[in-house]
């Protein structure tokens, strides 16, 4: 089972940047599909973004495409969500997460970090 901790989280002003990690332990993350979540207050937690394995391949939501860009670095174990333009709406606890399949769906990531909370402010 893959550990994972995310940061770099904060408040942020809209239009500003924000770049999150999120650090692996326990084994490689070169094996894992990678993605990123969030949740905001009183909603359900739903997809932002993720990468394959070897990060030649990345996928958005709609609501985040062109604005944020995921990456990895398998050597140091590694994921990062780079928030570019961020609005209000973008407003939500981040989670990183693993799977051992290609997809976007919460069910498919077994490994989840505890969250960091990202906040823009208009």
């Known amino acids: 089972q893959v550990q994972l901790v995310e940061s770099g989280g904060g408040l942020v002003q809209a239009g500003g940047s924000l770049r999150l990690s999120c650090a692996a332990s326990?084994?490689?993350?070169?094996?894992?599909?990678m993605g990123w979540f969030r949740q905001a207050p009183g909603k359900e937690r739903e997809f932002v973004s993720a990468?394959?394995?070897?990060?030649?391949?990345?996928y958005y939501a709609h609501s985040v495409k062109g604005r944020f860009t995921i990456s990895r670095d398998n050597a140091k174990n590694m994921v990062y969500l780079q928030m570019n333009s961020v609005k209000p709406e973008d407003t939500a606890a981040y989670y990183c997460?693993?799977?051992?399949?290609?997809?976007?769906?919460?069910?498919?990531?077994?490994?989840w970090g505890q969250g960091t909370q990202v906040t823009v402010s208009s």
């Open positions: 997460a693993a799977s051992h399949a290609a997809s976007n769906l919460q069910t498919e990531f077994g490994s």
């Open positions: 326990g084994r490689s993350l070169s094996s894992l599909f």
């Open positions: 990468i394959s394995w070897s990060g030649s391949s990345t």
